[in-house]
């Protein structure tokens, strides 16, 4: 596992949510609204094109703190703020760094950016300042529900 | 979008609760994790994840969260099958404001999942651009079947008049 020290910077993740990403979430979350899936759709309720499910950014935080991290940890509590929608095909860069080690816990600020895929530079915030808690040395689970 | 301080005022404390129809599954967690591009064994191998502390393969953090397997309700006009609040308009624009996760034990292939949603906050506000939104909180807990805690969900939403034809 990484040593997570106040100030460690995790490696950044860059990701493009393209049409078969967001039709794979909507199925995956059985979620098909239509303003993730129809550019037309979107369009009546005002935005550019089909935009990504605000929570999935979540999940992606939740990636990339857990892979910068290293392995063996496990997110505990998460707070972050959607600032700006992001569309279909565009890319986002993750990045963030630790704030906080204490107790087996760590905490992860991040920010989620759409950048232009070519020259990479932020085009507009879409989470800022997120807050992930990692737990680094997590309790063993034990096995419930019906085998 | 603006609606009456008592309409408001009426709904806070309304409740909801779902209980999934099955178990959550591991198919659901290789489903969700190869959606979102995460790559981490232990939603996926058994192996790994034993190795790692669990006793058997367990779901993404946040798959808890964002699904809406355990609703069992049907999709509407706009594709929609998750919780809807009767406050909101049919046709009011939903943007996503943000939310707040605690995860209890990790949620395991045969959780079978209890959601009980409470709004607990619905204000009129006014964007920093000028436009008029509805403020909805929620807040979800989430159980399995002996009522052990795996997650808790506030959501907050605003809602906002759809664009003029």
Known sequence: MTTLRPGFALPPRLQVIDAATMAAYAGATWDWFSIHLDAEAARRAGFLDAIVDGQMLGAILAAHAQDGAGPGVRVTAMTFRNTSAVYRGEMIRVTGSCTQVASGRATIEQDVHVIDPVTQRRVRAAVQGALTTIETAPAVTAPRGEP | ?165
């Open chain 2, 1 to 165: 979008m603006h609606l009456e301080p008592q309409e408001l005022a009426a709904c806070i404390g309304l409740v909801s609760t779902y209980t999934a129809p099955e178990p959550i599954g591991e198919a659901s967690f290789r489903y969700f994790a190869q959606a979102v591009g995460d790559r981490n064994p232990v939603y996926l191998d058994h192996a790994a994840a034993t190795a790692a502390g669990h006793a058997t393969v367990i779901a993404p953090p946040t798959l808890v969260c964002e699904t809406n397997q355990l609703t069992d309700r049907r999709p509407d006009a706009n594709g929609y099958v998750g919780h809807r609040w009767p406050i909101i308009p049919a046709d009011a624009t939903w943007i996503r404001g943000g939310n707040d996760y605690r995860f209890g034990r990790p949620v395991q292939p045969h959780d079978r999942i209890t959601v009980e949603w409470q709004l607990v906050r619905a204000e009129n506000r006014t964007t920093r651009d000028g436009r008029d939104v509805v403020m909805l909180v929620s807040e979800g807990t989430y159980t399995d079947q002996r009522g052990d805690l795996l997650a808790w969900n506030r959501e907050t939403l605003f809602l906002a008049d759809p664009p003029e034809a």
